[in-house]
């Protein structure tokens, strides 16, 4: 290959501009990070691929096309998820050379699903750079898709969830959130087309059409405004370090911290205080619940906490649902298997009366965190709390009925599984994410996560309720927007209104239809392409 073959060639009002091949992927991975929290650039995700699109389209070689799709990936998932370090090197204890390999490791893997991408528009290149960039939004989806189910599935930062236009994100409630990712790559090859057509007059009238097209469907999308629902819950933010939640939350050895949370509980229900309180009355005391039968929602626990198997935990959480006249949704271990010897993250949701409506034990684990996959060397990598590798998933999508509808529960990190939410979301109801991003620090991870969970929301026309320890708990509304939120870091309960719905959406019935049509379309394209090659050569 000859020194001029090396370089993309970008012609621009008569100008030429010569890039080295290598910069525009490395360039793209560096805007794909800045369109995510905690940078959150608006509007940076139309134009992200750019450059990597343009590197790609001109690309004939399948070895180069791979390593600038691994390039890109590579810089994108390491900007994003640089706080792997932090986490496996405070809570998995290890060294600081040992928290970078295990990161290395991450992006080793990982990014070779942007380097297929690569690959495949580059074959695809060899047929014309037009027919690669028409390829380009078909490839992209059937590599998210690749990244949510392979390799026990991480599908954090997808494309989509980077689309912050109120009325275009309304199109996952047919699409998921595949939808716009499909959209905002989709863009970046139309803006790139101009570069490759002979016709650049036409390519940029095309492009132009495209713009118009956007903005009319965010006009035409536009959700309505904001209205207020009609129930109650209470989310609790406990604000518990992780450091001394072990030891402090305990109830059978020491029940003050656990009685304490249900005392700020209790007046926050009963209309008393929204705020910790040096020392408040519940509704036994004679305070009366705004709402006869509000939600309480605690996060999800750093500590264990066992109902059932704990008399002090579960006569304090029947007392308090008994008093309150309200239903509870709190985090716990629970027992599987036999002799109930196998260990399981779970939330349970409380009745009015005392009774369990719901044990829903966590389906999708965190792999490293909750589980050690047996073909990844279990031991190698340190646990981040107790229980680490020892928790087996649960397998029955359940939910909580009540007469005004269903609780469905998602524990911390299914909410980034959409079809794991879709199937919660199946009966009429409310969706509750529990969470303890604690783990991640200060760093952008926290945001991440909420920005994956607005959008199950949307999905599924839902209200979500989200807890969490110490931030963001918030109320998202049925078009994915905060309606209330807690300040983070702050222990607090926030009031929120909220309504059961039944609405179901297209992608709620039909699930992932349209990211498999992409992978589908996106297969028999390459099929075609590889006959029109054929021809050629």
Known sequence: MSLHDSFLV??????????SNFVLPLLSGLLLVACFPKLHVPGLVWI???????????????????????????????????????????????????????????????????????????????????????????????????????????????????????????????????????LAV???????????????????????????????????????PVSAGTHTAYLVQPNVPLDEAAERWAPWRDPQPLNSLITFTESAACGAVSTPPAAGPGCAAGLTPSDPHPLLIWAENSA???????????GAMVRMVRETGAYAVFNTITFAGTGNSLPQNSAIVLGPDGGVLLQYAKIHLVPFGEYVPAWAFPGVIGKIVSEVGDFVPGTHYSTAATPAGHIAVLICYEAIFPGLVRRLAASPGVLVNISNDAWYGDSAAAYQHLEMARLRAIENHRYLLRATNDGVTTVID?????IERL??????????????????????????????????????LLLLGRRGLGARQ
């Open 48 to 182: 992200a691929c750019l450059p990597l699109l343009a590197s790609l389209a001109r690309e004939k070689s399948l070895k180069r096309a791979f390593l600038l799709g691994y390039v890109c990936g590579a810089v994108f998932l390491a900007g994003s998820c640089y706080w792997f370090i932090g986490v496996t090197e405070i809570y998995g204890r290890l060294s600081p050379g040992e928290a970078w390999s295990a990161l290395f490791a991450f992006l080793v893997v990982f990014s070779a699903f942007f380097g297929s991408f690569g690959w495949l528009v580059g074959w695809s290149a060899r047929r014309s750079p037009a027919w690669a960039l028409a390829l380009s939004p078909f490839l992209w989806i059937g590599m998210e898709l690749a990244r949510t189910y392979l390799i026990t599935g991480f599908p954090w930062n997808l494309l989509g969830y980077a689309v912050q236009a109120p009325g275009l994100r309304q199109i996952a409630s047919a699409t998921g959130v595949y939808g716009l990712s499909f």
């Open 186 to 224: 989709a863009t970046s090859a139309v803006l790139a087309w101009p570069f490759f057509a002979a016709k650049r007059g036409r390519a940029s009238a095309a492009a132009a059409v495209w713009a118009v097209l956007l903005l009319l469907a965010q006009w035409k999308l536009a959700p309505p």
């Open 487 to 524: 300040p983070r870091y702050q222990q607090g309960v926030l009031p929120a209104h909220f309504d059961f719905d039944n609405r179901r959406t297209f992608y709620t019935a039909h699930g992932d239809v349209f990211a498999w049509a992409c992978a589908a379309v996106g297969a028999v």
């Open 10 to 19: 970008l012609r621009l009002r008569n100008s030429e501009f010569r890039v």
């Open 304 to 314: 264990p906490l066992f109902f059932a198997r704990d008399p002090v935990f579960t």
């Open 478 to 482: 049925p078009y994915g927007r905060l």
